[in-house]
């Protein structure tokens, strides 16, 4: 059983930034892939970015070049750096671990956007 705690969600400006945090109750460091995810208001859940446990790292393509994703096996805790942050970001952020099969869900952490 892993446990998935997001943190770091709020409330920022267009333009602003904030960094997510999802921490793990188990060892990361053999997790093969961990990822975000978001679910905005009347929207399905969709990717966000992706990192496995090489350090490969995938993006949607609605924010590339804006987010960044990264892993601390050392601290069990994966991050998602966002920078400009526009409205349509506005979201419930989840991270997810997967695992052989395994697939385990935080509870998500709300990002506002306004305009």
């Known amino acids: 059983q892993v446990q998935l705690v997001e943190s770091g969600g709020g409330f920022v400006q267009r333009g602003g930034s904030l960094r997510l945090s999802c921490a793990a109750s188990?060892?990361?460091?053999?997790?093969?892939?961990m990822g975000w995810y978001r679910q905005a208001p009347g929207k399905e859940r969709e990717l966000v970015a992706t990192?496995?446990?090489?350090?490969?790292?995938t993006f949607a393509d609605a924010v590339k070049g804006r987010f960044t994703v990264s892993r601390d096996s050392a601290k069990n805790t994966m991050y998602l750096q966002m920078n400009n942050l526009k409205p349509e970001d506005t979201a419930v952020y989840y991270c997810?671990?997967?695992?052989?099969?395994?697939?385990?869900w935080g509870q998500g952490t709300q990002v506002t956007v306004s305009s």
């Open positions: 188990v060892n990361i460091f053999n997790i093969l892939e």
């Open positions: 997810k671990s997967t695992n052989f099969g395994r697939v385990y």
């Open positions: 990192i496995d446990n090489g350090g490969t790292t």
